[in-house]
């Protein structure tokens, strides 16, 4: 059975950083391109950055810059690196796989069940 899980969320100061992991037990993690998502309260769920097999990465605008992903095939996990945090990053953030080169919501194959960033001003 297919699990992402999702860890590293809290509570941090604007202006600061923080790493969430994804971990992928069950998963032929090599074969997947992962991707994390948000959800801010009130909002729609909304792509942040993702991550091919082949380690190539793509970014929503906004994020780039701030944002790194990253993933350990030997640990079946990846990485979003989060810096210099604003308080409109406040949200839940989702990991995901998908089998396809596309960061919509309906491409991808798995979903975690979100971890909480909140990040004060």
């Known amino acids: 059975q297919v699990q992402l899980v999702e860890s590293g969320g809290g509570l941090v100061q604007a202006g600061g950083s923080l790493r969430l992991s994804c971990a992928a037990p069950g998963l032929t993690f090599a074969a997947y391109h992962m991707a994390w998502f948000r959800q801010a309260p009130g909002k729609k769920r909304e792509f942040v950055i993702a991550?091919?097999?082949?380690?190539?990465?793509d970014y929503a605008d906004s994020m780039k810059g701030r944002f790194t992903i990253s993933r350990d095939n030997a640990k079946n996990t990846a990485y979003l690196q989060m810096m210099s945090l604003e308080p409109e990053d406040t949200a839940v953030y989702y990991c995901?796989?998908?089998?396809?080169?596309?960061?919509?919501?309906?491409?991808?194959?798995?979903w975690g069940k979100g971890t909480l960033v909140t990040v004060s001003s």
């Open positions: 995901a796989a998908s089998n396809r080169v596309s960061w919509s919501r309906r491409a991808m194959t798995y």
């Open positions: 991550i091919t097999k082949s380690g190539n990465t």
